[in-house]
């Protein structure tokens, strides 16, 4: 049997990266072989397959904000590359890398594959913004492209928002290997024995701020509250201004921020951690939370995409809605206080992890999606 070739299109940066990676590291070779097609800067290291072999990359001026002119080169660049390597599927993978792969998926006939890994539209802060990215989504939803959403909340969205008709909606829960082995911190140690955490970069999306005055409510019932934030280093826009507010709320000695931390490091610190937690505005499928799952550990987290498809309330934790600081507060307070809780919801995240986000068992899936796509789209 021939090999069902893909050439993944992606700007290649933090859950997005960490979602090709899996995917490639997983998918077999012997079935299977892949392309990637990324940004200069992106990637810092090389794509590998199930065999630890290096897989063929291109590196293009691809990246997240948009400009007509570095855009309709990547788009120039990217057309000669696949006429030379004539992929049997193109897989885009967040906003940027499923525009380009539809685009050029029209172009040259190929069946495309788009996993948004939370819609763009998602994250305009005012309406005509969104109103914008929205109707380009829209635009771009050509016959022969298919949405590969990462959860049902993003495959709600391209039914119900997007108007992708049901047959050219599937869903592949992102998904990740067990975490078996819990590594020393590379790092040292600057925050106490008993802490809360959270990854996310200071932006409009993860909403910091909220997580901030989470922390002063917390403050006033627990003096000595502590929040480990990781991953703050990188495209984070709004890095000053929780900064700032840090310093004008008096939180210094109540938060440790990490600029940049390794995934091994990552999973000591949510393991060691007294609970997860999320104040996000909207999320793909976040792979800190499918981490915590497998790490077994409670999460407080805001009802929205993403969150909800991993957070099932007063199961493995708790769900908030309308970003109402002291329903949050009041649900940290509740479990850190609680053994009982805490095992409970524990239980539950690592039980919730194995039956629907273990890679180990759900490649399957994606390699028939592959195989279905190339042969019947």
Not at 257 to 277: A, P
Not at 289 to 316: C, F, H, M, Q, W
Not at 333 to 352: A, F, G, H, R, V
Request: proline share 3%; with cysteine; aromatic share 6%.
């Amino acid at each position: 049997m021939n090999k069902v070739k893909i050439a993944h299109i992606v700007h290649s940066v933090g859950g997005v990266d960490v979602s090709l990676r899996l995917i490639l590291e997983s998918i077999d070779p012997c079935n299977f072989e892949s392309i990637v097609i990324h940004g200069t800067g992106d990637a810092k290291s090389a794509f590998i397959d199930k065999n630890g072999k290096s897989i063929s990359e291109f590196k293009l001026p691809l990246q997240r904000n948009i400009s007509i002119i570095r855009d309709c080169k990547c788009l120039i660049h990217t057309i000669k590359i696949l006429k030379r390597h004539r992929p049997d599927i193109i897989h885009g993978h967040s906003a940027k890398g499923g525009i380009i792969a539809k685009l050029v998926g029209y172009n040259l006939k190929i069946p495309v594959l788009h996993t948004p890994q939370a819609y763009s539209y998602l994250s305009a802060s005012n309406k005509l913004k969104k109103s914008v990215y929205l109707l380009i989504e829209k635009m771009i939803s050509f016959r022969g492209n298919k949405i590969l959403a990462s959860s049902n909340s993003e495959k709600n969205r391209a039914l119900f928002e997007v108007g992708y008709p049901e047959n050219r909606v599937l869903l592949f829960n992102n998904s990740i290997r067990p975490i078996v082995k819990i590594q020393s911190l590379s790092i040292n140690k600057t925050w106490p024995d008993e802490y809360i955490c959270s990854v996310g970069r200071p932006s409009y999306q993860k909403n910091i701020e909220l997580m901030l005055d989470v922390l002063v409510n917390l403050k006033n019932k627990k003096n000595n509250i502590h929040l480990v934030l990781m991953g703050v280093g990188f495209h984070s826009p709004n890095l000053r201004i929780v900064k700032n507010k840090i310093r004008r709320l008096n939180l210094e000695s109540n938060i440790t921020l990490l600029e940049w931390t390794s995934r091994e490091d990552i999973f000591n610190i949510i393991k060691n951690s007294q609970l997860y937690l999320s104040t996000a505005r909207y999320e793909g499928l976040p792979y800190s939370i499918i981490e915590s799952l497998a790490l077994a550990k409670p999460i407080v987290a805001t009802n929205v995409d993403g969150n909800r498809d991993l957070v099932i309330d007063n199961y493995n934790g708790r769900l908030i809605r309308n970003e109402n600081v002291s329903a949050l507060s009041k649900s940290v307070m509740e479990i850190i206080n609680s053994e009982d809780l805490k095992q409970k919801y524990s239980l539950n995240s690592l039980k919730l992890f194995n039956e629907n986000f273990n890679i180990l068992n759900n490649i399957n899936q994606l390699e028939n999606i592959y195989k279905k796509t190339a042969r019947y789209l």
